[in-house]
T-cell receptor
Framework: GQQLNQSPQSMFIQEGEDVSMNCTSS?????WLWYKQDPGEGPVLLIA?????ELTSNGRLTAQFGITRKDSFLNISASIPSDVGIYFC????????????FGQGTTLQVKP | DGGITQSPKYLFRKEGQNVTLSCEQN?????MYWYRQDPGQGLRLIYY???????QKGDIAEGYSVSREKKESFPLTVTSAQKNPTAFYLC?????????????FGAGSRLTVL
């Protein structure tokens, strides 16, 4: 079946550093989403990407929809302690059903 | 405030017991979803429903059941047939059609089997 490979699995960085994570797939997706999950809570949408090559920013976050439509990247600039959490990528399987497939997640820890 | 409410937040169950997790939304969304989350894994789809009185199996439906009698509610029953039920369960909803991919999640329910 379809799979998303998200890397790295975890990151431990110093406050102020930039962070990069990515998702790759053998399948083509028409929509890529990035979510953040705080401990013990549900994921919250960060950025949605709808077009190959699209680069979208949300504050210190920037995400790109790969031109092959098989990958996506998320960058966080100048990390702060509240960036701690699990970041998930998701690809849209079906526009009709809204079904998503999720990556395994990247756990981010930030040292003040 | 519009949103999705899941209850209970924490639930303990003895082996062989069925338990039902509640999910209520006041977003007027047509579609609702149940996901299971295990440590180090992505979210896996259990069941989803696009309209009242209709639902479809996701990737890991075995041992689970759902109902959709009202637009606002999509309860999930974890049956005794589910061999490894300890997990974090997330309910989500979305509009239909354009924007259907943008899921809004509840805060989750953590089920532990003793």
């Amino acid at each position: 079946g379809q799979q998303l490979n998200q890397s790295p699995q975890s990151m431990f960085i110093q406050e102020g550093e930039d962070v990069s994570m990515n998702c790759t797939s053998s399948s083509i997706f028409n929509t890529w989403l990035w979510y953040k999950q705080d401990p013990g809570e549900g994921p919250v949408l960060l950025i949605a990407l709808y077009k190959a090559g699209e680069l979208t920013s949300n504050g210190r976050l920037t995400a790109q929809f790969g031109i092959t439509r098989k990958d996506s990247f998320l960058n966080i600039s100048a990390s702060i302690p509240s960036d701690v959490g699990i970041y998930f990528c998701a690809g849209l399987i079906s526009m009709h059903t809204g079904k998503l497939i999720f990556g395994q997640g990247t756990t981010l820890q930030v040292k003040p | 405030d519009g949103g999705i409410t899941q209850s209970p937040k924490y639930l303990f169950r003895k082996e062989g017991q069925n338990v039902t997790l509640s999910c209520e939304q006041n977003l007027n969304h047509d579609a609702m979803y149940w996901y299971r989350q295990d440590p180090g894994q992505g979210l896996r789809l259990i069941y989803y429903s696009q309209i009242v009185n209709d639902f479809q199996k996701g990737d890991i439906a075995e041992g689970y059941s759902v109902s959709r009698e009202k637009k606002e509610s999509f309860p999930l029953t974890v049956t005794s047939a589910q061999k490894n039920p300890t997990a974090f369960y997330l309910c989500a909803s979305s509009i239909q059609g354009a924007g259907a991919n943008v899921l809004t999640f509840g805060a989750g329910s953590r089920l532990t089997v003793l």
